[in-house]
Every structure is written in structure tokens, then in C-alpha cells.
């Protein structure tokens, strides 16, 4: 190629955001249809199972202390569980069904778990943002005590499911059995997501344990920004850096060397 037509590095950026918005477009049409409702039950249809695990858990379960309601608990917990489980189920075996988009010069396989991934995150946050502000309205939720403490929260909750599904979408493309068991490994995960039970519950050493695992830190956190000091929360917040950095890195570890095998085959 001559130099004269080579791309800078601010142009190769530019390029590739514009591959990664349009394969999201395409998902978005894709997934959801141009007719009907649409685009909308990107943010309708998590909304749903967030309401409907607050209405049940609201009848079999008569509250937390502190006060805290299962209503209230779930409303500000059960949006964080959308990002990593649903961007897992997205990724795995993306680039395999895809692979036709490959001949297409300036799609990589990178591009198509990015698009993914930036799909379910903005459905994610969209259903949050939504339903959120209407919690305050009706009187299930209130004005968090530290916004700032719980947006936060709310990032290194999306950080540490950027890189478990980067990490899954890697192992899935490597290994079959690891694709048709993730939901398997999604389902054994939620006793452990911090979502269903807070961790001034689970008695010493238990809850030791479980702050290793840095997605119960950050959703800790995220609850102190909520619930302020009078609710307890445990977490380490150099530690839940150093770990998310580490699975981040991972994740683009495993997740190359799972587009080299896809491109060799």
C-alpha cells in the first residue's frame, strides 16, 4: 500500500467505532425488529424481569434489617445482574456465528464481541436510568445517600462484566463444553453476586471469603453509595482495582488467543 493512503492511528479508531456501531445496529434490528414495539424492548423486555423478581421475592420474603424492603433491595440490585449475565449470553459463540462477517476487510473479530457487548451494557443502563427514577417517584426506592460513591459502584460493577465476558466469550470459542455449559456457570454464580442477599447477612468467615471475589466488592460499594453508613458494606476498594484490572487483561488474553484459532480454522 502506498504510504500516501495509509490510515493514522486517529483514523483506524475512527474507522473501527464506525464498524462497531454499525455491527450494533444491525444486532440492535436483528434482535429486535424494526416493527412493533422495536427498539424498545431493549429497555422493556430486562425491565420485566426486574419487576417481576421484585413482585416475587416481595411475597415470600418478609424483609431485610435495617429497614430495608426485598422491593427496595432488588430495585437497586437486580439492574447490576443484567450486565454480566446477559452480555455472556450474548458473546458466547458470537464470532463462530459470525464468522461470514470476516470477509468483510475492516471487521475483526474483536469488533463483533464489542458491538455485543455495547448493546447489552446500554440495555443495561437504559433500564436502570428508567426504572430508577420512577422507584423514587412511587416510594420503593430513595435518593441515593452518595451519588457519586454509587455511580462508582455502578462502573467497576460494569468493568469487572467486561471482562468475565470477555473471558467467557474467549473460553467458549476455545472449548464447546464451556459454551453449552455457561448458562450452567451464569446460574451458580448468583448466590455469589451480592443481588439476592447483602453481605452484612453472611456471618464470619464467610463473608471474608466472598469479598475476594471482587464483583460482591463492587456491588458493596455500590450499595454504600445507596444506602449510605447506617446500612453496613464491606469492601476493598484496592484490591477490587487490582482484580478487575488483572481479569480485564485476562480477558483480552484468552479472548486473542480465541480469534487466532477462529482465524487458522
Known amino acids: 500500500m502506498n504510504a500516501d493512503h495509509r490510515l493514522t492511528f486517529r483514523d483506524q479508531l475512527r474507522l ?3 464498524v462497531i456501531w454499525a455491527l450494533t445496529l444491525r444486532e440492535t434490528v436483528t434482535r429486535f425488529g424494526r416493527e412493533g414495539l422495536g427498539m424498545l424492548w431493549m429497555i422493556g423486555e430486562p425491565a420485566l424481569f426486574v419487576v417481576g423478581v421484585m413482585i416475587i421475592f416481595s411475597f415470600i420474603d418478609s424483609g431485610y434489617p435495617y429497614g430495608i424492603s426485598p422491593a427496595e433491595y432488588l430495585a437497586v440490585s437486580y439492574p447490576t445482574l ?7 449470553g450474548r458473546v458466547t459463540g458470537a464470532i463462530e456465528q459470525n464468522r461470514s462477517l ?10 463483533i464481541l464489542y458491538a455485543r457487548i455495547l448493546l447489552e451494557f446500554a440495555s443495561g443502563m437504559a433500564v436502570f436510568l428508567f426504572l430508577f427514577p420512577i422507584f423514587i417517584v412511587v416510594g420503593i426506592c430513595h435518593l441515593p445517600s452518595n451519588l457519586l460513591i454509587m455511580a462508582v459502584g455502578y462502573l467497576l460493577i460494569i468493568w469487572f462484566s467486561f471482562g ?4 467467557m466469550a474467549g473460553l467458549a470459542e476455545l472449548s464447546e463444553t ?3 455449559t455457561s448458562h450452567i456457570i451464569l446460574y451458580l454464580m448468583l448466590p455469589f453476586c451480592g443481588v439476592f442477599f447483602p453481605t452484612f447477612l453472611v456471618p464470619e468467615p464467610y463473608r471474608s471469603y466472598l469479598l475476594y471475589f471482587p464483583l ?14 447506617t446500612v453496613p458494606s464491606y469492601y476493598h476498594l484496592g484490591y477490587t482495582v487490582l482484580a478487575l ?5 485476562f480477558g483480552f488474553a484468552i479472548s486473542g488467543v ?8
Open 82 to 88: 443484567l450486565f454480566w449475565r446477559n452480555g455472556t
Open 216 to 229: 460482591i466488592d463492587a456491588v458493596d460499594y455500590f450499595h454504600h453509595g445507596y444506602f449510605g453508613p
Open 16 to 18: 473501527q467505532g464506525r
Open 178 to 180: 464451556i459454551e453449552k
Open 258 to 265: 480465541a480469534i487466532r484459532r477462529v482465524k487458522v480454522t
Open 245 to 249: 484490572l488483572g481479569m480485564t487483561l
Open 164 to 167: 468475565f465476558v470477555l473471558i
Open 102 to 111: 470476516l470477509h468483510h476487510q475492516p471487521i475483526r473479530p474483536m469488533d
